[in-house]
């Protein structure tokens, strides 16, 4: 039905560095069936991957049928490959701990004596905090580089976007943040009797810190060669409206587009001519999608993997799936 210019298998190959791998896609498309199965592709190529998720629902241990959560854990008979469900409590409880440091350091500092918990209210309890705390998560194992390759099970699109502008926003702010702090530092060491040098400055430090990971964190996210995010969807219009949607913020923001997977496609040949009334139905249905796809990502399209008899879980299935994922070459699908 869709022609493939170039597999995925292809596009991998073009790209030998390829090292940091997403997946984003409207909620149940097959996001984390997707990335499982890419990270046991990567592992039997001999690298060593990692499979990571900040998905709160333990998706990761629910699809390996094993405990994966808190630390990145060896997944059972699959060598060279990690899983690891990221404590997203945990994570938000440390950087709510290091802020309030910082936050009393400083009012500390400003001979400010209102109460410290007021400002860590307003700069923890919103959203926002709660990803940006996430991304530094995913920033912090990008930066250890204990693995070769890494594949993030992204949360919902939303999410996912709101993380990559966030990137430049919080750049922005922590210029400006960077800015005012060292005059406000210049001014203190003009004004004070001793002559004495503030030596040490734990948020000035931090905010210096901050900028660089988030320049190096986005240096990497687009670079091409080391990273691509690959969208799925299923040839349902939904999930189309949505990855479309998606793929052009991500052209806006310079981020790498690896490609489109297509998922959860009916077999016509095993459905046979005498399947269900409900059955043909959504055969059709999914035929004019497939039409839609081959219009708005024409080459972009990386893959058709089939609807499996049952839901896709532990090793055993993922392994079908790097089958119907990684075929051997292009052509007509
Ligand atoms: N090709 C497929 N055939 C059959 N079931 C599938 C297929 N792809 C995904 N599934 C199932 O659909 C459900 C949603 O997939 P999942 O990867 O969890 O989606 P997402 O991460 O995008 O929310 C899971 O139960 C999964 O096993
Ligand atoms: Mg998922």
């Keep these: ?26 909620g149940g498309v097959g996001k984390t069936v997707m990335a499982g199965a890419a990270a046991i592709w990567s ?30 854990t060896p997944v059972e008979g699959v060598p060279n490959c990690h899983a690891f ?6 994570t938000i409880e440390r950087s709510k701990r290091e802020i309030r440091e910082k936050i009393n350091w400083f009012l500390k500092f400003a001979d400010i004596t209102t109460k410290a918990e007021d400002f860590i209210e ?16 995913m920033m912090d194992l990008m930066f250890k580089d204990e693995y070769e390759f890494y594949v993030f099970d992204t949360a919902p699109t939303a999410n996912a976007r709101r993380l990559l502008g966030m990137s430049k926003v919080y750049s922005m702010w922590v210029e400006k943040m960077v800015k005012s702090r ?21 948020l ?56 489109v997977i297509v998922n959860g496609v009916i077999q016509k040949e095993q459905a046979g001519t005498d399947a269900a009334e409900f059955v043909l139905n959504r055969i059709k249905m999914q ?19 089939p609807l499996f008899e049952t839901e896709v879980k532990g090793t055993h299935m993922l392994h079908r799936m790097v089958e119907r994922l990684f075929v051997n070459n292009g052509g007509t699908v």
């Excluded at 039905?1 to 409207?26: L, N, V």
């Excluded at 990761?60 to 990145?72: A, C, H, R």
């Excluded at 307003?122 to 998560?137: D, G, H, L």
């Excluded at 839609?292 to 058709?304: H, L, N, P, Q, S």
């Design 1 to 26: 039905m869709i022609a493939i210019t170039k597999s995925m298998k292809e596009f991998m190959k073009d790209h030998p560095r390829q090292k940091y791998i997403f997946f984003g896609g409207k």
């Design 182 to 202: 060292e005059e406000a530092k210049s001014l203190r060491e003009m004004l004070s009797f001793t002559k004495k040098k503030e030596d040490k400055d734990p």
């Design 122 to 137: 307003s700069a923890t309890m919103n959203p926002a905090f709660e990803e940006s705390a996430m991304f530094e998560n």
């Design 204 to 259: 000035l430090d931090y905010l210096l810190s901050l900028r660089e990971r988030m320049a190096h964190a986005k240096e990497l996210l687009t670079d091409e060669a080391l990273t691509a995010f690959y969208f799925v969807t299923l040839p349902e219009s939904l999930p189309i409206a949505v990855i479309t949607r998606f793929i052009n913020w991500f052209h806006e923001f310079g981020i790498p587009v690896g490609g």
């Design 85 to 90: 469900e990221i404590d997203t409590r945990d």
């Design 43 to 72: 592992a039997g190529q001999g690298r060593r991957t990692l499979l990571a998720s900040t998905n709160p629902v333990h998706s990761l241990s629910n699809l390996l049928g094993q405990d994966v959560f808190g630390k990145p």
């Design 287 to 305: 035929e004019e999608h497939l039409r839609t796809i081959e219009k708005i990502f024409g080459d972009g399209v990386r893959a058709v993997v």
